[in-house]
């Protein structure tokens, strides 16, 4: 596409994404506060969510499988060049082929970017092909807090022991550029191969990438 | 000669869409340029009100700005000068970034051979990401730039000129002490400086902001105590490590209203990191 140079300052285009204010009934965190961070090596915090269907779900009933948690955010580019590209869903397919427990959690406050009704949520796992066990409400914050998760996506891998052995960026390429993501290195996968296999997680850690969770602030 | 562009940034992805996140301008510090004759542009970020934009190392989230230049054959950018970031806090997740208005400054050299007049197009592609607490926008744009080609003195660009100097002076560069070490204590990395004397006039908290992740731990509280002759930084180890780092890079600002002697707000720091558990075992 041909664009055209203009000396003339061009707003970034219209449409305002459906976007509320801020909800003044969720529970507002100090923003100053440390929250305490899920450590590769610990017990993975236990918790009870809901999901899109409005079945809950608590981590002790997997006790015995593995389980990645994926914190997302639709709106969010590196989330959607994720799914755009298949790259999510192609590690989600291998997981749950693998007898592994995905979770896929939305952490967003109320009428912040990425928050979803079940009703919302559940289109979005038919329209994004997603492979996930399923997908967790979490709007006030709680369990992404107890597990210290900083964006979108940010993953975490528990293994059959409840103890959490990934926490971090989903690949190596942190881009919102479908090329790149071709070549990534998946970690996520390579955690649970390691694992399954009885090795060390080469990887257990890695800074996750992505926009900030949207959490009620 | 078009030496001032606003660039038309375009949403890169659906959700991008709404009000303006705000603008980018291409600036150059001259309006015509010389054969081998190298010169300053600015990459002028200006995020709306609310929005920020991300520095090389964008912290816990977000990603920073890209410039891509398509310049024609010969000639030569330097790296992205950027200046120093602020940090950023909302509900615990620490990004560094720019909220006011700040440039980026990039030299480019022209071949030592053009004809001696005429005009040269300089093409390129800006991308960049804009976040509020509640939500981020992508967005990229082509710019083109259209300088003169002169066989005598360039003429500078009346507008930018000053400010992209004034900016590029205030770019951090790398202290000079008399003594600098890291070393790894525990979970921290302990980074002392020596100087002649204080190095800040009133007491405050200078902030370390490491250049790319799994180094200094973004969101973890830094300390700093201060001696008659420098100060020891303790930075926590990054969580999102298990090999203990052994480099500490990036910018050190001094405490807001401060500046270290003579040399501005901020410095770069680039030193190696002694392990000095494993030398005691």
């Known amino acids: ?217 | 000669m078009i030496a001032t562009v606003f660039i038309a940034m375009q949403a890169s992805h659906p959700a991008g869409q709404g009000a303006s996140s705000g603008v980018i301008q291409l600036v150059s510090a001259v309006s015509s340029i010389k054969a081998g004759q190298p010169f300053d542009v600015g990459i002028r970020l200006e995020p709306a009100q609310g929005w920020h934009t991300y520095w090389m190392n964008p912290g816990d989230s977000g990603g920073p700005t890209s410039v891509e230049w398509h310049l024609p054959k010969g000639w030569v950018k330097g790296p992205i000068e950027w200046p120093a970031p602020e940090r950023i806090e909302t509900s615990g997740i620490v990004s560094y970034g720019y909220e006011k208005p700040a440039m980026l400054v990039e030299t480019i050299t022209p071949p030592a051979t053009l004809p001696s007049k005429g005009t040269v197009e300089l093409k390129g592609r800006v991308k960049w990401l804009t976040c509020t607490p509640e939500m981020c926008r992508p967005a990229d744009g082509d710019f083109h730039l259209k300088l003169a080609i002169t066989a005598g003195t360039p003429v500078e660009n009346p507008q930018w000129h000053d400010k992209i100097a004034e900016e590029a002076s205030l770019i951090p560069r790398p202290l000079v002490a008399d003594g600098l070490q890291a070393r790894i204590e525990g979970k921290e990395i302990v980074l002392t400086i020596t100087a002649q004397g204080p190095l800040f006039d009133k007491p405050g908290k200078p902030y370390f902001f490491p250049d790319s992740p799994g180094m200094v731990s973004h969101s973890m509280p830094q300390s700093y105590s201060f001696t008659a002759t420098g100060m020891v930084a303790r930075l926590p180890i990054s969580e999102y490590t298990t090999k203990p780092p052994t480099r500490l890079a990036g910018v050190l600002k001094a405490p807001p209203g401060d500046e270290f002697a003579g040399q501005g707000a901020a410095v770069t720091i680039n030193v190696p990191i002694s392990n000095s558990q494993e030398k005691k075992s």
């Open chain 1, 1 to 217: 596409m041909n664009r055209i140079w203009i000396c003339a300052v061009v707003a970034v285009s219209a449409a305002a994404v459906g976007f509320a204010s801020i909800s003044a009934a969720s529970p507002s965190p100090d923003s100053h506060a440390l929250y305490a961070s899920a450590r590769v090596g610990d017990p993975a915090p236990g918790f009870t969510l809901t999901d899109t269907k409005g079945q809950t779900h608590s981590l002790s009933e997997y006790a015995g499988k593995y389980v990645v948690l994926e914190w997302t955010n639709h709106q969010c580019p590196y989330v959607a060049a994720q799914y755009r590209s298949g790259n999510m869903q192609a590690v989600q397919k291998w997981a749950v082929d693998h007898h592994v427990v995905w979770l896929t959690v939305v952490s967003s406050a109320p009428g912040s970017q990425g928050y979803v009704t079940p009703e919302q949520g559940e289109a979005l796992l038919k329209t994004q092909h997603s492979f996930a066990t399923a997908k967790l409400l979490d709007p006030d914050g709680t369990v992404g807090h107890a597990y210290g998760a900083k964006t979108t996506p940010d993953m975490m891998v528990i293994d059959p022991k409840g103890v959490l052995i990934y926490s971090g960026a989903i690949d190596d390429k942190a881009s919102t550029d479908d090329a790149d993501l071709k070549t990534a290195h998946n970690y996520v996968k390579a955690a649970l191969e390691e694992a399954m296999n009885g090795e060390a997680v080469k990887v257990p850690t890695s800074q996750p990438f992505g926009c900030s969770v949207k959490y009620a602030h």
